[in-house]
């Protein structure tokens, strides 16, 4: 009798195979998903990460001009007339009647030289003058006489022609020795320093009991006379506004000391010459002071009212572009890409400038362009954000959640 069982192995149920292969099924689904959801979000961030790596830009548009510009010029008063008085003749000066800032009127008296030698000088013609004439009314009466007695044949004619030629000598000495009493009479008159004109005393380079040496130019001088009821106002206009100054213009301008106070001046004219060393034109300008309110030397801001170009585009100094290929101005172009346009400037205003060519009105310019844009770079708008931004922002976000 046989002991052996046959034994067999036991049967799975079906229920629990099922079951295995849905876990290995969703954990295969879970794995997929997984790898989908991180290779969308690397794209994502990729994209996000090409977006903000575009410069972002500012653009503004080229205005036109107003009817006038505004060019704002430094520039320096001097009186209308100014005159240094130097003696005309030498001596010690005896007393001075005017001091600096005394108004003084046209051959006022200013100072007295008392003149020693000059006056000996002047006794001595006048004392030569008369003993001229004394000789003179002897050659004439004897010039008579030898005329009378030719005519009777009592003297012979050379005689005669010799009184003749010497009374005529002795009336060119009397003329000689009175154009010089006249000489020194009218340098005696120099004795009175008087004012050449209406105006103020500004200098006053003499004291009583100096001496005095005729002369002028690199001598010292012994007063200066101004008039400045007008006042000459000089400025340097730069060339590129030359061409629009013109004698009769207005002009406008105020000094520091007087805030708020605006005067008239009216332009008289220019030198009609480029100075080399400045580039600039040189003009006058005539200011009416009868106030008072100003003083010759002052500095002075000066505003022309210069007419515009109606073509002319104005757009922001930060906007210029200076390479080696020329100035340029960055545009914004089709699908927002950098275009490069090479311009000139017709006037620099300071923070604005003033395109003379290259720009036209439609143009979209980029303010403050980065220094490594480029033609055909793709830029970013500030004012008017792609909505692919707030995409790739929310991806970003979706990104740091799924990684968190």
């Known amino acids: 009798m046989s002991t052996e069982i046959d034994i067999a192995a036991p049967k799975r149920p079906a229920h629990l195979k099922l079951a295995g292969i849905v876990i290995v099924l969703a954990a295969a689904a879970t794995v997929a998903d997984g790898i989908a959801s991180r290779l969308h979000t690397q794209r994502e ?26 060019l704002v010029l430094p520039g320096h008063l001097a ?4 005159a240094p008085i130097y003696a005309r003749v030498s001596g010690y000066l005896h007393a001075w009647y005017a001091d600096i800032g005394t108004p003084v009127k046209a051959g006022q008296l200013l100072g007295v030289i008392d003149t020693p030698d000059l ?37 012979s004619q050379q005689e005669t022609d010799e009184k003749t030629s010497d009374l005529a000598a002795q009336q060119a000495a009397v003329a000689a020795g ?19 004109f209406d105006g103020v005393v500004t ?30 106002l000089y400025v340097s206009v730069p060339q590129s506004e030359a061409a629009a100054v013109r004698p009769g213009m207005q002009a406008t301008l105020t000094v520091p000391e007087r805030p708020g106070t605006t005067f008239n001046a009216s332009l008289v004219d220019t030198d ?12 006058q300008l005539s200011v009416d002071n009868h106030a008072g309110l100003l003083f010759p030397g002052e ?4 505003r022309f009212a210069l007419p515009t170009d109606a073509h002319a585009l104005q757009i922001p100094a930060s906007a210029l572009i200076f390479r080696h290929n020329g100035l340029q101005v960055a545009t914004l172009g089709p699908h927002n890409r950098a275009v490069m346009k090479h311009v000139t400037i017709a006037s620099d205003l300071g923070s604005h400038v003033v395109i003379g060519s ?16 480029a033609a055909g770079d793709l830029v970013r708008v500030a004012t008017q954000p792609p909505a692919a931004t707030t995409r790739t922002a929310d991806a970003q976000t979706d990104a740091e959640h799924a990684h968190g």
């Open 203 to 232: 200098a006053r380079d003499t004291d009583v009991g100096a001496l005095i040496d005729a002369g002028g130019g690199n001598r010292p001088q012994l007063f200066t006379v101004s008039d400045a009821q007008r006042l000459r």
């Open 299 to 302: 500095y002075t801001e000066v």
């Open 45 to 70: 961030v990729a994209a996000w990460t090409t977006q903000q790596a575009l410069p972002t830009v500012a653009t503004v548009r080229p205005q036109p001009l107003t009817a006038t510009q505004q």
């Open 178 to 196: 009175q154009a010089n009493v006249n000489r020194l009479e009218a340098l005696e008159s120099f004795k009175r320093i008087v004012a050449p």
């Open 119 to 155: 006056d000996q000088q002047l006794d001595q013609a006048r004392a030569d003058l008369q003993k001229t004439v004394a000789t003179e009314k002897l050659a004439v009466v004897t010039a008579q006489r030898w005329t009378e007695m030719l005519k009777q044949d009592s003297v």
């Open 358 to 373: 290259g720009l036209t009105a439609s143009d979209r310019v980029i303010d403050n362009p980065p220094d490594s844009l």
């Open 272 to 283: 009609d010459s480029i100075t080399p060393a400045s580039g600039t034109l040189l003009v």
């Open 79 to 82: 009186a209308w007339i100014n």
